[in-house]
């Protein structure tokens, strides 16, 4: 399994940037996939939740802002980011989740790093 993270890099305050996670290895239309992010010095928390039916979810500080999408056929969750500040500098991360009644299966990508300056 792997989840492959791009698109983070160095942008102004109001800015935007696209992140994209593209995976292999697992049914992916089958899988809810998320966004969770690490500030420095900071726990890892989540962004943004999209189910496998599509439906999506965000944490307060990023509603309106960010929204999370997904293709199926290309095996890839996105994370657009609108309106960024510099309070949203972290290392992104996202992870899939694959559940059943007698099984849970998580993966989660390997980070890619968005800098915003003020």
């Known amino acids: 399994v792997q989840l492959q993270a791009s698109g983070g890099g160095l942008v102004q305050a109001g800015g935007s940037l696209r992140l994209s996670c593209a995976a292999s290895?697992?049914?992916?239309?089958?899988?809810?996939m998320a966004w969770y992010r690490q500030a420095p010095g900071k726990q890892r928390e989540l962004v943004a939740t999209?189910?496998?039916?599509?439906?999506?979810n965000y944490a307060d500080s990023v509603k309106g802002r960010f929204t999370i999408s997904r293709d199926n056929a290309k095996s890839t969750v996105y994370l657009q980011m609108n309106s960024l500040q510099p309070e949203d500098t972290a290392v992104y991360y996202c992870?899939?989740?694959?559940?059943?009644?007698?099984?849970?299966?998580?993966?989660w990508g390997q980070g890619t790093k968005v800098t915003v300056s003020s």
């Open positions: 999209i189910t496998s039916s599509g439906i999506t």
């Open positions: 992870k899939s989740e694959y559940t059943t009644t007698r099984f849970r299966e998580n993966n």
């Open positions: 290895g697992i049914i992916f239309s089958l899988n809810d």
